[in-house]
């Protein structure tokens, strides 16, 4: 049996799913499942939204060369749902991430600069 979380991703994937049409999809299979309850850990800086305003995008930036090759603005449902499936990410970064998503904070959550080559994941 496919996962329908995968099933939703690859229709997004292949164009026949818009990402805000997969959104609410994603939103009721992730009540359905229940989400993950994160470990304590080191805190990422980032600002507290005011109230009824939570984050509803996360940006993800990649710069190779000096150059910017990626900047991408995916909608916080369906970023929540990808966390898992993106290569790189460690369990440590993905529970940083999902603690900055339950307390409705935004800024970068996720920083890595090498020079000329860096990673930015930002909640907007």
């Known amino acids: 049996m496919t996962d329908p979380i995968d099933e939703v991703l690859r229709l997004v994937a292949e164009g026949r799913l818009t990402a805000e049409e997969a959104a609410p999809v994603l939103d009721a299979l992730q009540a359905a499942g229940g989400g993950d ?15 009824g305003t939570p984050p509803r995008a996360l940006r993800v930036e990649v710069t190779e060369g000096g150059r910017r090759v990626v900047n991408l603005r995916i ?9 898992d499936r ?13 603690e900055a998503l339950d307390l409705g904070l935004t800024g970068p959550i996720v920083v ?8 930015r994941i930002v909640l907007e």
């Open 86 to 98: 993106v290569p790189g990410l460690t369990g440590d970064t993905i529970t940083r991430i999902r």
């Open 75 to 83: 909608p916080l449902s369906l970023g929540r749902m990808a966390l």
């Open 112 to 119: 890595v600069d090498e020079g000329e080559d860096a990673v």
């Open 37 to 51: 309850d994160a470990a304590a850990g080191d805190k990422p800086d980032l600002e507290e939204q005011p109230a």
